[in-house]
């Protein structure tokens, strides 16, 4: 492996190539990470569960360990994520009688959470995903409704920000979410984002995950994305890349190989994505996949328990398939 171009140099003059780590992946692909990927993002380990598991304590152990792995490689870190409705412990929003928690306590709770962790991580953490996942997929409501929305109102978003600015000026402020691809919730995304710049809250940027397959997004939805969040003057971050070899309805559980066509299919699409985000390296700076082999991906057990599947450019000795040849391709296009 020692002798195969290095992926983040490859694409050094476009934007960092980033991995999601955790503990175990640290070790495991250690040598992989090290060579391949100048950027990394706690795959759980930053979240508030893992941080923030009761209201006086903090267990940093694991996250301290993300970000001394990174300091040790010369790679440099996203922050995953401050506040969700998602992973983040009942405690917080419940009032000390077991009610819930009202708008001054929670927003209470929120900065101080904020102020610790960002705090702690002031020069070692470049960028934070501040807020994740808060717009609606489908409906007439903006918002998604979460604990969060219900207990502060629509401003819980604006005060993550400002607080996070305040914790570390110096790092850049994004909100990640999905299937931004799809025109109805590109609109909403667009909307919230533009109206946070109208009220000169304090953010950069945003991070498209890009939970992706064979198919699904088509290249010009994705186009449409970028150009329309660039317009705002927002920097983009790819911050959860990978691409299933499944689509999402596709049940089987049988294959213990890829096929070689999905092998194929997959290279081709490698390619194509990234000569696209080439084509946008002045507004897309990181592209970070959400993990680096097929040795481990969260998609062995989503949306199907138990569904092994092969998403990387890396396959699950390590080794480069024909989609890392692609993105070689697409770095360097003779
Ligand atoms: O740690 C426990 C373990 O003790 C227990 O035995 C086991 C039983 O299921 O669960 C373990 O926790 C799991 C955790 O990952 C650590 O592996 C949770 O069940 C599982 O739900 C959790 O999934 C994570 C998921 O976020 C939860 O929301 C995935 O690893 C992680 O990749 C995924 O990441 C998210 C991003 O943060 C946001 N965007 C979507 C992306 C994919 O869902």
Same mark, same amino acid.
């Given at each position: ?29 250690? *040598? ?10 706690? %795959?759980?380990?930053?979240?508030? *569960?893992?941080?923030?598991? =009761? ?41 000390? =009688? ?33 807020? /994740? ?17 219900? =207990? ?9 920000? *400002? ?12 909100? /990640? ?35 992706? /397959? ?101 396959? %699950? /000795?390590?080794?480069?398939?024909? =989609? ?9 296009? %003779?």
């Amino acid at each position: 492996m020692e002798r195969l171009p290095k992926l983040h140099e490859a694409y050094g003059n476009s934007f960092k190539i980033g991995a999601a780590v955790n503990p175990i992946t640290m070790v495991t692909q250690k *040598e992989l990470l090290s060579h391949h990927f100048n950027s990394v993002t706690a %795959e759980n380990e930053m979240k508030f *569960e893992r941080l923030h598991p =009761s209201e006086e304590v903090y267990t940093f152990e694991q996250a301290d360990q993300i970000v001394s792995f990174a300091k040790s490689n010369g790679m440099s870190v996203r922050g995953h994520t401050l506040v969700w409705h998602n992973q983040t412990p009942e405690w917080v929003f419940q009032d000390s =009688s077991g009610g819930t928690a009202g708008r001054e306590l929670l927003l209470a709770r929120m900065k101080s959470h904020i102020d610790e962790v960002v705090g702690r991580y002031r020069g070692d953490i470049y960028a934070w995903d501040v807020v /994740n996942e808060a717009i609606a997929d489908s409906g007439s409501n903006l918002l998604r409704s979460s604990p969060w929305l219900a =207990s502060i109102g629509e401003d819980f978003i604006a005060k993550a920000f *400002e607080y996070a600015h305040e914790a570390d000026p110096q790092a850049l402020l994004f909100y /990640n979410d999905y299937n931004e691809s799809v025109p109805e919730k590109r609109e909403k995304i667009y909307t919230l984002l533009k109206s946070l710049k109208e009220q000169d809250v304090p953010i950069h940027g945003v991070g498209l995950q890009a939970h992706w /397959n064979l198919e699904f997004p088509a290249l010009d939805d994705i186009r449409r994305a970028i150009e329309r969040y660039a317009s705002l003057g927002m920097m983009l971050h790819i911050t959860e890349l990978d691409v299933s070899v499944f689509a999402h309805e596709d049940k089987r559980t049988d294959l213990a190989a890829p096929t070689e066509e999905m092998l194929q299919r997959q290279a081709e699409r490698y390619g194509q994505l990234f000569r696209l985000l080439k084509e946008y390296s002045g507004s897309v700076t990181s592209v970070t996949f959400w993990g680096a082999a097929d040795d481990y991906t969260w998609l062995d057990h989503f949306p199907v328990r138990g569904r092994k599947n092969w998403p990387f450019v890396f396959d %699950e /000795n390590h080794l480069p398939k024909e =989609s890392y040849w692609n993105l070689l391709k697409e770095a360097n296009p %003779e």
